[in-house]
C-alpha cells in the first residue's frame, strides 16, 4: 500500500478493504480489550452503549 497510486477512488478503496479484511486478525485477543477478540468486544461495547442511552432516556422522560 505504501506509496502506491491508484487510477480512481474505487480502486484506492477496494485495495484497502482488502489489505484491511486479510491483514487484520479478528481472532486474536487483545490485552487492551479485556482478552476478547476485536469483533466480541465490538459487540460488547455496542450493547453497552445501547444500554447507557436506553438509561439516560429512561432518566430524562
Same mark, same amino acid.
Do not use: C
Given at each position: ?6 487510477? #480512481? ?7 484497502? !478493504? ?18 476478547? =477478540? /476485536?469483533? /466480541? ?6 450493547? =453497552?452503549? #445501547?444500554? !447507557?442511552? =436506553? ?7
Amino acid at each position: 500500500m505504501h506509496r502506491q497510486h491508484f487510477r #480512481t477512488r474505487a480502486e484506492a478503496r477496494i485495495k484497502v !478493504s482488502t489489505w484491511i479484511a486479510d491483514f487484520y486478525n479478528t481472532t486474536r485477543r487483545h490485552s487492551a480489550n479485556d482478552g476478547l =477478540a /476485536p469483533i /466480541p468486544f465490538e459487540h460488547r461495547m455496542a450493547q =453497552a452503549r #445501547t444500554a !447507557s442511552t =436506553a438509561q439516560v432516556r429512561a432518566e430524562v422522560a
